[in-house]
């Protein structure tokens, strides 16, 4: 298993501005994904974050909105640029285990919300 | 397309069985079955998995359909702090780890 932790927990930001989310592991792990939670939704993977190479994006998300960094096998982060109201969101960081069936572990989630 | 589909809503009183049905019926023969569960402001936890058989750990038993188009995840005995929402998800076991792709999930209310 792996240990998560996520930072802020939560922030209100205005339209406009950019917050960064910083994702940290217990355990050194390959794959580490970013996932948001609008409000009364489902989750949504928006990128997969490679240590050493440019992260891999979903369908609909965009690296100018949503830059990810992934500078060792124990951390991460994801900015939400230019932000408006519809980014009001829950952003959660996960990590998987390296054999099948991929188990996948998740953080508590930051709490965003842009007025 | 999340792949699966599952009722929107549960209801179940305290301490009795609850059965959680999911249908996968374009489940190909190297996808697992996982659930995972979101319990009231956190992040999603891992309850169980399954490929074939029946698999049984100290949170819930899953029954899988012979024919692996549908399962069941059990919860011999709720509690309150079982009400969540559950997720059935497929994931690919041939190609290597990937992100989950979350359907709607099923609510469940538990009543004391």
């Known amino acids: 298993s792996a240990v998560i932790s996520q930072k802020p927990s939560r922030d209100i930001c205005q339209r406009g501005t950019s917050l960064t989310i910083q994702c940290q592991v217990d355990s050194q792990v390959t794959m580490m994904f970013w996932y948001r939670q609008q409000p009364g939704q489902s989750l949504t993977l928006i990128a997969t974050?490679?240590?050493?190479?440019?992260?891999?994006?979903e369908s609909g998300f965009v690296i100018d909105k949503f830059p990810i960094s992934r500078p060792n096998l124990t951390f991460s982060t994801l900015t939400v640029s230019n932000m408006s109201p519809e980014d009001s969101s829950i952003y959660l960081c996960s990590v998987t285990d390296r054999v099948p069936p991929y188990e996948q572990y998740f953080g508590p989630g930051t709490r965003l919300t842009v007025t | 397309d999340a792949k699966t589909t599952q009722p929107n809503s549960m209801e179940s009183n305290e301490e009795e069985p609850v059965h959680l049905p999911c249908n996968h019926s374009t489940i190909s023969g190297t996808d697992y079955i996982h659930w995972y569960r979101q319990l009231p402001s956190q992040g999603p936890e891992y309850v169980i998995h399954?490929?074939?058989s029946n698999v049984n750990n100290r949170m819930a038993s899953l029954a899988i359909a012979e024919d692996r188009k549908s399962s069941t995840l059990i919860l011999h005995r709720a509690t309150l702090r079982d009400a969540a929402v559950y997720y059935c998800?497929?994931?690919?076991?041939?190609?290597?780890?990937?992100?989950?792709?979350f359907g709607k999930g099923t609510h469940l209310i538990i009543q004391p």
């Open positions: 998800i497929r994931t690919y076991s041939g190609g290597g780890a990937d992100g989950l792709t």
């Open positions: 399954g490929l074939t």
């Open positions: 974050a490679n240590q050493g190479s440019e992260a891999t994006y």
